[in-house]
Nanobody, 122 residues
Framework: QVQLVESGGGLVQAGGSLRLSCAAS????????MYWFRQAPGKEREFVAS????????YYADSVKGRFTISRDNAKNAVYLEMNSLKPEDTAVYYC???????????????WGQGTQVTVSS
């Protein structure tokens, strides 16, 4: 079992930055690909970014490419999402997930955190 806890969300003005963290316990994250998803009110959970188990490969949704950066520190059992040039449409609950394929199916991800709210004001 893997327990994931996100932190770092908050309220920020458009154009600002936030850094989300996801800390794991129960098992080392080094065996898993890691993901960030987000879910806005009334919308489905959508893929944001993923990173392979050693961090060699990363993938991003087109909507965040060039603005967001996913990274991981396996020694600290943590994964991060650096978010820059934030837009009001980035407002959502952000979830950390762990699994195996680098490009996941949201319905097949075995481990999720509880989410952290990100609100971007215009």
């Amino acid at each position: 079992q893997v327990q994931l806890v996100e932190s770092g969300g908050g309220l920020v003005q458009a154009g600002g930055s936030l850094r989300l963290s996801c800390a794991a316990s129960g098992r080392t994250l080094s065996s898993y690909a890691m993901y960030w998803f987000r879910q806005a009110p009334g919308k489905e959970r959508e893929f944001v970014a993923s990173i392979s188990w050693i961090g060699a490969n990363t993938y991003y949704a087109d909507s965040v490419k060039g603005r967001f950066t996913i990274s991981r520190d396996n020694a600290k059992n943590a994964v991060y999402l650096e978010m820059n040039s934030l837009k009001p449409e980035d407002t959502a609950v952000y979830y950390c997930g762990a699994g195996w394929p680098i490009i996941p199916d949201v319905n097949s991800i075995p481990y999720w955190g509880q989410g952290t709210q990100v609100t971007v004001s215009s």
